[in-house]
Structures are given as structure tokens and as C-alpha cells.
């Protein structure tokens, strides 16, 4: 019997969305998974070939692209962040859906960034800041973090930030707005390419159900 294969899926935004998508075609992880206390990170589903693992989304991205998970769910927004040439997104799974947006504080929104060469930003998404400012002629200066970015123009880290954006309540709650859009966001399937090909038998069918799921066409598992 073949290894079984290793289903990477998102801790965060994503997961509550991702979870009913998966019953659908499925599989559900073992009752551990919905435990508060646990801390575990690998889990059996009802498919005895098919194991979960939860980890961050850029993790997701990272253990597929890699081979150490073989299928995945992850947002538009990482994909092109890492831009793993080992990756296949064959479906849009069209949930997860925000956007990625540069913000500034409200008293500076107005401020004509086409007359800037330089600009700071405080982002976990440094290779697509760089790319939007620089497809605009500007050098981006990116600073780095994995949350809390809201915090960066009040603390003085930096006067604009790259980050996510659903509602935009957040922005709001700490006196920035929206002053341009990145690129818009929904959550895909990811594939490892080599195992798509060595697994062939095993992942087609079920790349091919979450598509059929996406297009409405399946009900059940």
C-alpha cells in the first residue's frame, strides 16, 4: 500500500470555509482536529489514504511545493508571493475571498505616491510590495513582519503598510484606510506537479471531485 497522501490546509482565515468544502468531497479530519487543547499538527481523516496537516498558510505552500504534502489550500495571495515553480493551482475553490491592499494613515490617503522614488513598507508579503512599487517606478523598502502590521504607521515603523483585507474594520480601528488594491484573493487547490504525475491514479480524481464541487456539479460524497 502507497504512503498515504498528505492534505495541507490553513490555519486562520481560510479553514472555517475550507472545512465544509472538504466534508463535501469526503473527507473530515478525526475528532482531534476540532479539540481546543490539542496541539497536534497531523491528523487521520475518514479516508483512510488521505491525512491532514494544519499549519500556516505559508507553510501549506511550503510543504507542497517541496513534496512533503502532496495537495493543498491556500490563498491566491501566496501563491504569487513565493511563485514556487513546483506548485499547480488547477482549481479556484472561491472561498477565502479579500484582498491585498496598501494602507495609510487617514491624514495621509491623499499623498500622490507617483512622485515618490522611495517608500517604506512594513508587510509579510515583500516580493509583491516590491513588484507593485516597482512596476511603478518606485523603490520599496520592505520591513518584514508576520502580524500586527496595523501597529506600524502609529509606532513609527513605517507609514504604509501591505497587508490583507476583508471588511477593513481593522484598518479603521487603527486610524489607516485603503489607498490602493494589490490584487484581489480567493483560496485555491494546490498540487505538487512531480506527484501529480507519480500519483496520478490517486490525485486526479480527487482534483477533478473539488472541481466538480466548485462548479456545482456534485451534492455529496
Do not use: W
Not at 512596476?135 to 509606532?155: D, F, H, T, Y
Not at 506537479?193 to 462548479?215: D, H
Amino acid at each position: 500500500m502507497s504512503r498515504p497522501i498528505i492534505f495541507g490546509i490553513p490555519k486562520g482565515r481560510i479553514l472555517d470555509e475550507a472545512l465544509p468544502l472538504l466534508a463535501r468531497a469526503g473527507i473530515e479530519p478525526e475528532a482531534e482536529f476540532h479539540a481546543k487543547g490539542s496541539r497536534a499538527l497531523k491528523f487521520a481523516t475518514s479516508r483512510a489514504d488521505l491525512s491532514i496537516i494544519r499549519v500556516r498558510a505559508f507553510d501549506v505552500a511550503t510543504f507542497v511545493a517541496h513534496g512533503a504534502a502532496q495537495i493543498g489550500i491556500v490563498g491566491s495571495d501566496v501563491i504569487a508571493e513565493f511563485d514556487y515553480s513546483e506548485l499547480y493551482a488547477p482549481v479556484d475553490l472561491g472561498i477565502g475571498h479579500c484582498r491585498l491592499s496598501v494602507a495609510q494613515p487617514v491624514d495621509e490617503a491623499s499623498i500622490d505616491e507617483s512622485a515618490l522614488s522611495h517608500v517604506r513598507v512594513a508587510t509579510k508579503y515583500p516580493h509583491l510590495t516590491r513588484s507593485y512599487y516597482a512596476a511603478r517606478g518606485i523603490q520599496a523598502e520592505c520591513v518584514k513582519l508576520n502580524g500586527a502590521m496595523e501597529l506600524a504607521p502609529s509606532l513609527g515603523l513605517s507609514r504604509r503598510i501591505v497587508d490583507l483585507v476583508s471588511s477593513g474594520a481593522t484598518l479603521k480601528a487603527n486610524g489607516l484606510v485603503e489607498t490602493a488594491t494589490i490584487m484581489d484573493i480567493s483560496a485555491r487547490l494546490i498540487v505538487n506537479r512531480a506527484a501529480m504525475k507519480m500519483r496520478a491514479a490517486e490525485l486526479v480524481p480527487l482534483v477533478e471531485r473539488f472541481r466538480a464541487l466548485v462548479a456545482g456539479g456534485v451534492d455529496a460524497a
